[in-house]
């Protein structure tokens, strides 16, 4: 690249960042006076996420985040604690990795097979904490985690469309641009039906980023290295760490963390308060019209249709990780 193409790109970028931080100020205007800890939500990368998430539309986004501050002062999903929800994780079915992957996302080891409530307002109460707490130990400059699902011993009885809807409208609803990538890792047969009726649920930016990923294909394998170090990986994702879940010494990680959360919410050490924008994720969007947007979209499910309709199976986001049948 020339140097005069490298002035040009370095002047668009920084137009760019320009653009999209007047929008986060203009967000920041609509929602008018905020304090305590709606002031500290409210910082420009987090405010960023929900523009990224409506495509860097002001009013769909300033609305989007009303709703979540409405939610986060009524719910309270930072004043959960482990004592509260320990009964949900007796089996491991959700759980914070204690590692991150190789650019230093938060891990949800998650397995549906090991459903061990029937409450829905109790598992989604334990998934807002698990989110809570894998927000709190991110890195500086990361805000994305990383979903490993594992489908061991999963059977029809664990398929529950309620929650599935639930946990869609709370991750997406109140955590955009949480996840970065979610691997459903060995999913049965029968869970293509399953996927069918769940995936209208999701937004197309969600449904991207969800990919199915098998054991026995090499492709997979490649995946997971480009992403874990494969010595922290547990074994059950192909890795080659044999430990397991162990619930006690979880419950001690965790009341550790707890301790943490409010330091991490006050306004004199909160550093998510001051986080600012980085013009990385989303800033490929944020030329493009809404038309222009739609286009897209729509010819991204027409072309996971159109490859459902060649392969015979579900493909996930569009992106399967193996060819697997």
Known sequence: MTSSNCEANHTEKQALFEEQKLKINEVRGSLGPLSGKSALYCSDASIARYLIARNWNVKKATKMLKETLKWRAEYK??????????HEAETG?????NYRD???RSVLVMRPGRQNTKSTKGQIQYLVYCMENAILNLPPGQDQMVWLIDFEGFNLSHISVKVTK???????????ERLAIAILYNPPKFFESFWTVVRPFLEPKTYRKVKFAYSDDQNTKRIMEDLFNMDELESCFGGN???TFEFNEYGARMREDDKRMPLFWSPENNMAATQDFVVANGSLHSSNSEADLESEEEENRNEAVRQEDDSGKVNGSGTILSAKQ
Do not use: M, S
């Open 241 to 243: 760490n044999q430990t």
């Open 77 to 86: 999903p930072d004043e959960i604690r482990w004592d509260e929800v320990a």
């Open 166 to 176: 639930e946990t869609a409208h709370v991750l997406q609803g109140h955590y955009p």
């Open 93 to 97: 079915k959700i759980y914070r990795a």
């Open 102 to 104: 190789k650019t230093g």
